[in-house]
């Protein structure tokens, strides 16, 4: 078992930025991917990006590429995304999630889930 705590959601004007934390407790945070996903209103949840175990690889939805960063610090057993330049579709729930998977962009592949932290971008 793993609890994920997302933290540093907020309200921020578009073109500023941001950064998320996610902060994991349990089983071995090096043994899992870990991924960040979003949910606007009234839309089902989507990939955002993702990171190997090590951190060695990384991936992006395509909405996100060149804005945001995803991290991870397994000392610190933490996960971050850092997002720049935001955009008033940014606005989202952000949650983190962990994966038995090196890697997966696939939400049913993930076993676990933080409770979201609410990202607002003002235009």
């Known amino acids: 078992q793993v609890q994920l705590v997302e933290s540093g959601g907020g309200l921020v004007q578009a073109g500023g930025s941001l950064r998320l934390s996610c902060a994991a407790s349990?089983?071995?945070?090096?043994?899992?991917?870990m991924g960040w996903f979003r949910q606007a209103p009234g839309k089902e949840r989507e990939f955002v990006t993702g990171?190997?175990?090590?951190?060695?690889?990384?991936y992006y939805a395509d909405s996100v590429k060149g804005r945001f960063t995803i991290s991870r610090d397994n000392a610190k057993n933490t996960v971050y995304l850092q997002m720049n330049s935001v955009k008033p579709e940014d606005t989202a729930v952000y949650y983190c999630?962990?994966?038995?998977?090196?890697?997966?962009?696939?939400?049913?592949?993930?076993?676990?889930w933080g409770q979201g932290t609410q990202v607002t971008v003002s235009s």
């Open positions: 999630a962990a994966t038995h998977r090196y890697y997966s962009g696939n939400t049913n592949e993930y076993a676990y």
């Open positions: 349990g089983r071995t945070f090096s043994n899992y991917g």
């Open positions: 990171i190997s175990w090590s951190g060695y690889s990384t």
